[in-house]
Structures are given as structure tokens and as C-alpha cells.
């Protein structure tokens, strides 16, 4: 992202590129999925019952707030890593695996023992 901003480009501005990426990335992994299906069963309806369901009615709202609050993550960890640089931003924002380790043993009880 340093030499990003010394062209002019800010380092939020990737998060839509980002975006567009990964949902292309995962549109193309189900595609594949799909066409392994169909070779394996050798026919279309086979290969969409092989599929597992995506349960939208049931996980959209958890869907859409995982997804925003990555989002919002992401774009803080690259405005983190743009204004106080590599190596405190980025450190910074690998806290998060520590917190949520910590979330997990002590709020969730994960592990016993």
C-alpha cells in the first residue's frame, strides 16, 4: 500500500476490487464444484441435487452481518496498515486472532479441562 499511495491511490480503495474478486473466486469454485458433479453423475439434475443447499430464508440475516462485519474489519486493517505503517498496523491487526482465541476459550468454553 506505500508505493499504492505514492501513485495516488489510497489503500481503501482496494476493498472494492477486493470484493469483486472474491465473489468472482467463489462463483468460479461452485462452477467447478458443479461441473465435477455433472462428469461424476453424468447429468444436470444430478449434479444440482448433488449440491448442498445454501438455506437462504434461514441464513441470509447471519449471512449478510458476517459479511458487513468482515468488511468493516478488512477496511479498518488497511486504513490501520495506511496510516501507522506495516509494522505497527499490521501487528495491530493480527490482535484479532489473539481476541477471538480468547472470545472462544473463556466466553464459548471451548476448551474444558
Known amino acids: 500500500l506505500h508505493y499504492a499511495s505514492l501513485e495516488g491511490h489510497g489503500g481503501a480503495g482496494y476493498t472494492v476490487s477486493f470484493a469483486c474478486g472474491s465473489a468472482l473466486v467463489t462463483l468460479l469454485l461452485w462452477l467447478l464444484r458443479f461441473l465435477y458433479h455433472l462428469r461424476r453423475t453424468g447429468s444436470l439434475d444430478g449434479a444440482y441435487d448433488s ?41 495491530a491487526t493480527q490482535c484479532a486472532m489473539l481476541v477471538s482465541g480468547l472470545w472462544g476459550i473463556f466466553y464459548f468454553e471451548e476448551i474444558r479441562g
Not at 479498518?76 to 505497527?88: D, E, N, R
Open 51 to 91: 449440491l448442498p443447499s445454501l438455506h437462504f430464508r434461514e441464513m441470509w440475516k447471519a449471512g449478510l452481518l458476517s459479511g458487513v462485519l468482515y468488511s468493516l474489519g478488512n477496511f479498518g486493517g488497511i486504513l490501520a496498515v495506511t496510516h501507522l505503517g506495516q509494522g505497527v498496523g499490521y501487528s
